[in-house]
Each structure stands twice: as structure tokens, then as C-alpha cells.
Antibody, heavy 120, light 108 residues
Framework: EVQLVESGGGLVKPGGSLRLSCAAS????????MNWVRQAPGKGLEWVSS????????YYADSVKGRFTISRDNAKNSLYLQMNSLRAEDTAVYYC?????????????WGQGTLVTVSS | EIVLTQSPGTLSLSPGERATLSCRAS???????LAWYQQKPGQAPRLLIY???SRATGIPDRFSGSGSGTDFTLTISRLEPEDFAVYYC?????????FGQGTKLEIK
């Protein structure tokens, strides 16, 4: 059974940093592209970042470029999101999601999410 | 950037009825890169349809997707109680994903 479990969320002050993790199991993690998608309270879904299976391709939404860094450790079956210079508008539930190939165009498995709250 | 507009914003129907949800793109989208998701309160989104019309693993055949170009449709042939949720369309292009604002399907 595919499982994606996010962790690392919490309350942080504006300008602060946070590192999210996503632990994967039940599939060959090193063969899958991975993504972060967020959802502000009561709002819709917003794609944040994608990383290919070997980390060769990395893309970011304009709203987080230069502040967030996606990475992965295939030996540990883990995905990460380093978030710096956090703003109130970054407050959201952050989901990790997989896709079978970098160009498949859809997200097949999702974790349950971790809440990030940016507030003073 | 391609903008996806979903309609209606809210759809009120009864179990057993047919639901038709629309997703319109601001410019043409490759059918290969159009997907639909279902999200229930407090849960993560679940993939329903990819490639505009292919059902994801384990998705009942009452869910179907169609369309091309700028107009896409998700149809639920006979609503079950568990189908009442929010539905999002999503497109992939220029190495990024864009989601529609969602349609809430509620019990009438």
C-alpha cells in the first residue's frame, strides 16, 4: 500500500524558516517524481514545486521561487521542502504527492498533509 | 499561464441523480494533461481521472471524464452519498500544474 506521511509543520513567525518532510513507503520511491501542493484554509489547491526521480529537474511556482527549496533522498525514501522567508500567505496545509513520471501530468498519490501557520 | 474556470461553483443534487461538472481553460490544454480530483473535508485530494478520460485505479465506473481543447467535463452518472465533496480539475503545462477553483457538490 502506498503511503506518504508529511511532518514538520507548525507555527512560525513571519520571516522564519521551516523544513517539511515526506516519508514514502509501499512503492519504488526512487522511480517516482514528487511534488508539494498546498491549500490555504478554506481555499483551493496550489502547486508549489516538483522534483524528478533523480533530482535532475526541479521547478517552483513563482510565488515561492527563491524562498523554498525542494530536495529528496532516495536512500531514505524521503522528500523535503525547505521554506525560508516565510510570509503570512504561506499559511496552508502542505501535501506531498507523487506522479509516475515527471511528464505524466497528474498526481496519483497524496499524503494527508501538514499544517504550516505563519503568524506573529 | 493557463487559467482553469470550473462551473458551477456549487451544485445541489440528490443521490441517484446525474452530476455534470465543467472545467474551462483560458487556452487549449492537451487532453493528456487534464485531470480531476475529489476532496472530502479534512482529507487529501484523490485522483479520479487523468488524461481527460482515464479512470484512476479503484475509481468506480460511474465517474467519467470527457472533453478536449478548452472544455472538459466530469460526469457522475448516479450519485452515491459518498460522492458529495469538492471536485477540482487540473492541467499540466510548461512543467507546472494549475488547478481550477473547485466545484462543491452538495446534497439537495
Amino acid at each position: 500500500e502506498v503511503q506518504l506521511v508529511e511532518s514538520g509543520g507548525g507555527l512560525v513567525k513571519p520571516g522564519g524558516s521551516l523544513r517539511l518532510s515526506c516519508a514514502a513507503s509501499g512503492f519504488t520511491f526512487s522511480s517516482y517524481s514528487m511534488n508539494w501542493v498546498r491549500q490555504a484554509p478554506g481555499k483551493g489547491l496550489e502547486w508549489v514545486s516538483s522534483i524528478s526521480s533523480s533530482s535532475s529537474y526541479i521547478y517552483y511556482a513563482d510565488s515561492v521561487k527563491g524562498r523554498f527549496t525542494i530536495s529528496r533522498d532516495n536512500a531514505k525514501n524521503s522528500l523535503y521542502l525547505q521554506m525560508n522567508s516565510l510570509r503570512a500567505e504561506d499559511t496552508a496545509v502542505y501535501y506531498c504527492a507523487s506522479n509516475p513520471s515527471f511528464w505524466s501530468g497528474y498526481l496519483d498519490y497524496w499524503g494527508q498533509g501538514t499544517l504550516v501557520t505563519v503568524s506573529s | 499561464e493557463i487559467v482553469l474556470t470550473q462551473s458551477p461553483g456549487t451544485l445541489s443534487l440528490s443521490p441517484g441523480e446525474r452530476a455534470t461538472l465543467s472545467c474551462r481553460a483560458s487556452q487549449s490544454v492537451s487532453s493528456s494533461y487534464l485531470a480531476w480530483y475529489q476532496q472530502k473535508p479534512g482529507q487529501a485530494p484523490r485522483l479520479l481521472i487523468y488524461g481527460a478520460s482515464s479512470r484512476a485505479t479503484g475509481i468506480p465506473d460511474r465517474f467519467s471524464g470527457s472533453g478536449s481543447g478548452t472544455d472538459f467535463t466530469l460526469t457522475i452518472s448516479r450519485l452515491e452519498p459518498e460522492d458529495f465533496a469538492v471536485y477540482y480539475c487540473q492541467q499540466y503545462g510548461s512543467s507546472r500544474y494549475t488547478f481550477g477553483q473547485g466545484t462543491k457538490l452538495e446534497i439537495k
